[in-house]
């Protein structure tokens, strides 16, 4: 397999995964502008997803805001909470936040060469702080599936805006503490 850096192409063949701005319709504070708008794209290799193998994808994130937050990818638990998992940022700048369901947060630096391990039991978004699409590469254990409906249901503890010196990171307002 090749990936490119710059654009998260893979080759050959991988399943690839649209997501516009109507996609995260409701996990931005402020409402958004144009729902027909790119987010971000996901391509994905084609692995069985089981327990026995490590499956991988590259996120290409558009950058942009809704009100003062960055695009950011949905965000989400693995179905098995325990299943870890790898970024490792290719280009562009960004965040990485983890978030527990108890609603502790830890916010990572993304930046090419830095490599990011998400431990099991955090909930993991990225989110772009630059002007250029956040690159990333993913590599997870093959059966840890995604459980989406928890932070659509009640958020990250923390959004990412852009503050008067660049990125803030700050509590989320609408955050359903459980
Ligand atoms: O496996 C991952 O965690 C990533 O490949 C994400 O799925 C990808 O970045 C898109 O984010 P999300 O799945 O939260 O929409
Ligand atoms: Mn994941």
Known sequence: MTIDFATGALVPDPDVLDRRLAD??????AD?????????????????????????STTVLAPGKVGDEYFFTKG????????????LTLSGEGLLVMALEDGRTVTKEMRPGIANYVPGHWAHRSVNTGTTPLV????????????????????????VVE???????RPNPRYVAS
Do not use: C, Q
């Open 24 to 29: 995260l319709d409701g996990y931005f504070v």
């Open 32 to 56: 958004i502008d144009d729902p027909g708008v790119g987010a971000y794209t996901v391509h994905e290799v084609r692995v069985p997803p089981t327990g026995n193998n490590l499956l991988s």
């Open 76 to 87: 989400h638990f693995h179905a098995i909470r325990d299943r870890a998992e790898i970024y």
């Open 136 to 159: 990333f590469y993913a590599v997870y254990i093959g059966d840890a599936g995604y459980d989406y409906a928890t932070i659509a249901e009640r958020g990250f503890p923390v959004i």
């Open 163 to 169: 503050g008067e010196e660049g990125p803030e990171v």
